[in-house]
């Protein structure tokens, strides 16, 4: 091994299963032909085609949201955005997982804080406009959706009850990356309906001006949704 590294190589890695079967279902659509706006076969169905479970497919669905490639649609499926190459997708892939533990870091800095200063400053509206966000995210979570508009109108609702306009505008310049982590999490299994629950408790300590405790669910928060499978 000493010698390979003397001489620039390193060790190939095996391929992730995620990365497997996003070269399999890139294959497929090149092999179907198919393009931009046609719509994938059922997750049932290419999950049984791929001998993977559905929820092990989710993930690599997932994977290709973040990445632009597919638009999974509530009660349609996933249709194809864009026909990129298997190696600049796996290269994507891989990008966005080594970035995705400084977006969290990110977040863990700047929305802790937020829910702090929120607890300390909301007004009447703002609190009406979190309960709004809490009321989306819940109808969308029943109608069988992952709640992606939800949680980001309820994040941009904790943000504007801080009135800090530094802090938004830093919030504003991530909101891109921090949209990739949002997906990543609300497609793990279960996660729409434990971040709600979770969404539940940081409000209700703003509601009850607790600075600390907003902290503190807010923090656990992000911990919580950082726990996705691109990272484990």
């Known amino acids: 091994m000493e010698k390979a590294s003397r001489l620039g190589l390193e060790r190939v890695s095996r391929p992730r299963l995620y990365e497997q079967l996003v070269e399999q279902i890139l294959s ?3 092999s179907a032909q198919l393009k931009p706006g046609d719509l994938l076969p059922a997750e049932r169905d290419l999950a049984e085609r791929l001998g993977v479970s559905r929820a092990t497919l989710a993930q690599a669905l997932v994977a290709l949201e ?8 509530h009660g349609t499926g996933a249709v194809l955005a864009r026909r990129p190459s298997v190696a600049s997708v796996i290269k994507g892939l891989r990008e966005h997982r080594s970035r ?7 977040r863990s800095t ?3 804080k937020l829910a702090a200063l929120a607890a300390a400053r909301r007004t009447d509206e703002d609190l009406a406009a ?8 819940a109808r969308e979570i029943k109608d069988g959706d992952r709640g992606v508009h939800g949680d980001e109108l309820f994040h ?4 504007a009850a801080a009135h800090s306009s530094v802090l938004a505008q830093l919030m504003a310049f991530i909101a891109e990356m921090i949209l990739e982590t949002r ?3 609300l497609g793990q299994p279960g996660r729409p309906e434990q971040s709600l ?3 539940r408790k940081i409000a209700e300590a703003i509601r009850s001006q607790d600075a600390e405790g907003a902290a503190e669910a807010m923090l656990a928060h992000i911990e919580l949704v950082s726990d996705v499978e691109l990272l484990r």
């Open 28 to 30: 497929y659509i090149e």
């Open 66 to 73: 973040v990445l632009g490639v597919i638009d999974v649609q």
């Open 100 to 106: 995705l533990p400084e977006i969290v870091e990110a």
């Open 110 to 112: 700047l929305e802790v």
């Open 130 to 137: 979190i309960d709004n966000a809490l009321d989306v995210m």
């Open 156 to 159: 941009e609702a904790i943000t």
């Open 183 to 185: 997906m990543e999490s």
């Open 197 to 199: 629950a979770s969404h």
